[in-house]
Structure formats: C-alpha cells, structure tokens
C-alpha cells in the first residue's frame, strides 16, 4: 500500500525560504510520477510542480516557475519542494500526489495523496 507522508511545512515571512518533504512508501516508484498540489482557503486545488522520478523531468506551474524547485532522492524515496521568494499568495495545505506512468498537472489523475502539510506566509 503506497503511503505519502508530507512534512516541512511552517510560518515564514514573506521572501523567506522553506522545503517541503514528502516521504513515499509501500511499492517501487521508478515509473511514478509525483506532484505537489496546494490548496489556499476557499481556493481550489491546484497544482505546483511534478517530477518523474525515472529521469527526473520536471514541470511547473507558472505561479511558482523560477522561485520553487522539485526533486527527488531515489535512495530515500523522498520528494522535495525547494520553494523560495514566497509570497503571501503561496500560503496553502500542501499535499504530496502520486501516480503510475505520466506526469499531470490534474490532480484528479493521481492515485495517492498524503495528508498535507501546511504553509503559512506572512507579509
């Protein structure tokens, strides 16, 4: 049974730093691809960022393209959100997504979701 397990998250000021983690468990993840979605209070969920993890082609949303960055450790079968710059617009739950075979940007096509960590940014 695949499990996701999200930490990192935090309270930052505006222009401030923080790196998410999402810890997969449960199968072999080579032909996965994983994502992270945020939702804001009142907002919908939307995607963020999404990594491959055979080859490591990533993708990106254009609300956080140049100021967050996406990997992964293969030994650790662990995600990372490196996101920094942050704006008070980026305050959300973050949820860590996985899927078998192509990387989305819909969060409907995921499998397995964690439970969310949450950021806060003030300004």
């Known amino acids: 049974q695949v499990q996701l397990v999200e930490s990192g998250g935090g309270l930052v000021q505006a222009g401030g730093s923080l790196r998410l983690s999402c810890a997969a468990s449960?199968?072999?993840?080579?032909?996965?691809?994983m994502g992270w979605f945020r939702q804001a209070p009142g907002k919908e969920r939307e995607f963020a960022a999404g990594?491959?993890?055979?080859?490591?082609?990533?993708y990106y949303a254009d609300s956080v393209k140049g100021r967050f960055t996406i990997s992964r450790d293969n030994a650790k079968n662990t995600v990372y959100l490196q996101m920094n710059s942050l704006k008070p617009e980026d305050t959300a739950v973050y949820y860590c997504?996985?899927?078998?075979?192509?990387?989305?940007?819909?969060?409907?096509?995921?499998?397995?979701w964690g439970q969310g960590t949450q950021v806060t940014v003030s300004s």
């Open positions: 997504a996985a899927r078998r075979g192509m990387l989305y940007n819909i969060g409907s096509k995921y499998d397995y």
């Open positions: 449960g199968r072999t993840f080579s032909d996965y691809a």
């Open positions: 990594i491959r993890w055979s080859g490591g082609s990533t």
